[in-house]
């Protein structure tokens, strides 16, 4: 059993590591903030295996995170696993927030972790957006490509980043780098926010069933990636030993083209294929339009249709070989996903769907 501390809770990746932690036998501390209290508490209950989670009241822009002084002194001498994943996400329109938590944020976090006695690990939530504008292959130790971000999310991220990467030579760090994560590779579970989820709902919200165009060619590859595996990966990785001092690309190994997996999502809705494209540059105006940006994806997904990237992952497929943990083909789970995405569209039909869903409300502007 390890003692373990994780950040970022409510996200929907972060709920799915926790449950592996604690069925890998671990306790498991959960930074929180106030709201977020009843929550966690009620999930962690929901939790199954040998391990335990307890939830711990606190913020990580306060001084010692918030907590008591015995909380930080048990922390301090207990804690062997730091999972530190809070982050402002894409959809968030305050620039300023994003550098307070993902940068400053993540500051407090590696200096706290210094101080910690029995430390093994500090694993870090990036994102393989880092890269920013950057084509072509970008390798697991590549970072400081001096390119041009696409959004705040990716800046802030990729300055935690290299805050994190000073620390290697003082601590044993771990960093992972996820693609777009999507929803459960299995059941369909899907975070609302989440980028592939809206630009799929946007696409199966379309009013009548017509082939529309793609914002873009579709030629290069979406970089999905399901959050079971990212859960998975991170929970199994962040404690190997071989891990430390590497980054880890969270992607699949052979991602389809835009205009695949969204032919892929009609199949399965019953509706047409997307027919055609809009210019990268129109597109993006077009969703700028008050109202008219509503029958489209978010303008940010834009950029995912247009650029020639692959991520390279040899680290992760070296040190996963032999734990039976493979990111899944978005064929192999296209079908429940859809299935999850049109209960809460109105799907083919037109009419808004019932019964039952599996979609999580976690993602969340701010996390602690």
């Known amino acids: 059993m390890s003692e373990v501390l994780v950040t970022g809770f409510p996200q929907l990746v972060v709920r799915r590591l926790i449950r592996e932690l604690i069925a890998q036998g671990d306790s498991v501390s959960i930074l929180v903030r106030h709201p977020q209290r009843a929550d966690a508490e009620a999930f962690l209950a929901s939790c199954d295996g040998p391990g335990r989670g307890r939830a711990l009241l606190g913020d990580i822009l306060l001084m ?40 400053e944020g993540t500051r407090a976090m590696v200096e706290l972790a210094l101080e910690a006695d029995q430390l093994r690990r500090f694993n870090f939530l990036s994102t393989a957006f880092v890269s920013g504008e950057r084509r072509g292959v970008v390798l697991e130790e590549d970072l400081d490509h001096g390119r041009r971000f696409r959004t705040e999310f990716e800046r802030t991220k990729y300055e935690a980043e290299r805050i994190v990467r000073r620390a290697m030579g003082d601590m044993p760090v771990s960093v992972f780098r996820p693609g777009l994560i999507v929803g459960d590779s299995l059941t369909g579970e899907f975070a609302r926010g989440d980028d592939p989820a809206d630009m799929m709902i946007a696409f199966l919200e379309v009013p009548f069933d017509i082939a529309v165009p793609l914002p873009g060619r579709g030629d290069y ?72 940006g509503k029958l489209g994806p978010p303008e940010r997904v834009v950029d995912y249709f247009n650029q020639l990237v692959i991520y390279n992952t040899t680290n992760t497929l070296r040190l996963l070989e032999g734990t039976g943990i493979q990111c899944p083909t978005f064929e192999s789970y296209a079908r429940s996903l859809v299935s999850q995405l049109q209960r809460v569209t109105k799907g083919a039909s037109g009419r808004p769907s019932t019964g039952p869903t599996a979609v999580s409300e976690t993602r969340s502007e701010r996390s602690p």
Do not use: Q, W
């Not at 010692?64 to 894409?90: N, T, W």
């Not at 071989?242 to 052979?254: E, I, K, Q, S, Y």
């Open 64 to 103: 010692d995170l918030g907590l008591s002084g015995p909380d930080v002194r048990r922390l301090l001498e207990e804690v062997e696993l730091i999972f530190h994943c809070a982050a402002v996400h894409p959809n968030n329109r305050r620039p300023e927030e994003a550098e307070r938590v993902n940068v």
């Open 221 to 292: 590859p979406l970089h999905l990636v399901p959050v079971d595996y990212v859960a998975k990966a991170m929970a199994t990785l962040g404690k190997d030993p071989r891990a430390a001092g590497l980054t880890f690309h969270l992607t699949d190994p052979n991602p389809l083209p835009a205009r695949r997996v969204l032919e892929l999502v009609a199949d399965h809705a019953g509706r047409r294929h997307p027919v055609g494209s809009i210019p990268a540059g129109i597109a993006r105006r077009l969703l700028r339009i008050p109202g008219l």
